[in-house]
């Protein structure tokens, strides 16, 4: 079945500092979406990619999707402290059912 | 965004007794309920799609015999629990969909069931 990996697991930053997460699919995309999931909270939708090379920019936040559809990152810039949680990275390869990879839970230190 | 309400946000019940918990839409109408589980400090695992009106869709491993799911209208499902054991003790969440050209699910705040 569709695997979505994502890596890093963990991911310790000073505030200030740059954070990025991948996301890596066994077979192609329709879409990919992400989600934040504050600690104690549930998953919250940020934004979804559809489009082939699909770039997308929240504020500090720039998402990213690859040429072939299989791979996706989250780049953060210049982390704060209300940037802590889990990501989620939840790729749809057929339509309504996404796969959700295992996450990147980021710390920041002030 | 649209709001997803879950019913109860936490449980405690004995092993072999069943526990219901309900999720519903407030705000829109959803084609399709998911319900997910999650493990401390680990991913979504996707346990069932709900189709209003229909059975039903469970994951391969998913017992559905044991999780019983209901989808009486476009803006509820439930997760029906039976004999719970332990093990199953876990965080429950649910999503809707709202199907056609939207992709994003939103999410219920969850239901920590725990089995004593």
């Known amino acids: 079945g569709q695997q979505v990996m994502q890596i890093p697991q963990y991911q310790h930053v000073q505030e200030g500092e740059d954070f990025t997460t991948y996301c890596n699919s066994s077979?192609?995309?329709?879409?990919i979406q992400w989600y934040k999931q504050r600690p104690g909270g549930h998953p919250v939708f940020l934004i979804q990619?559809?489009?082939?090379?699909e770039v997308k920019k929240q504020k500090r936040l720039t998402f990213q999707f690859g040429e072939a559809k299989k791979n996706s990152s989250l780049h953060i810039t210049a982390t704060q402290t209300t940037d802590v949680g889990t990501y989620f990275c939840?790729?749809?390869?057929?339509?309504?059912?996404?796969?959700f990879g295992d996450g990147t839970t980021l710390t920041v230190k002030p | 965004g649209a709001v997803v309400s879950q019913h109860p946000s936490w449980v405690i019940c004995k092993s072999g007794t069943s526990v219901k918990i309900e999720c519903r839409s407030l705000?829109?109408?959803?084609?399709?309920m998911f319900w997910y589980r999650q493990f401390p400090k680990q991913s979504l695992m996707l346990m069932a799609t709900?189709?209003?009106?229909?059975?039903?869709?469970?994951e391969q491993g998913v017992e559905k015999d044991k999780f019983l799911i209901n989808h009486a209208s476009l803006t509820l499902s439930t997760l029906t629990v039976t004999s719970a054991h332990p093990e199953d003790s876990s965080f429950y969440i649910c999503?809707?969909?709202?199907?056609?050209?939207?992709?994003?699910?939103?999410f219920g705040p969850g239901t920590r069931l725990t089995v004593t």
């Open positions: 709900s189709n209003e009106g229909s059975k039903a869709t469970y």
């Open positions: 990619l559809v489009k082939s090379g």
């Open positions: 999503s809707a969909w709202q199907g056609a050209n939207s992709y994003e699910q939103y």
């Open positions: 077979t192609t995309l329709s879409n």
């Open positions: 705000d829109f109408q959803a084609t399709t």
């Open positions: 939840a790729g749809e390869a057929r339509a309504g059912k996404s796969t």
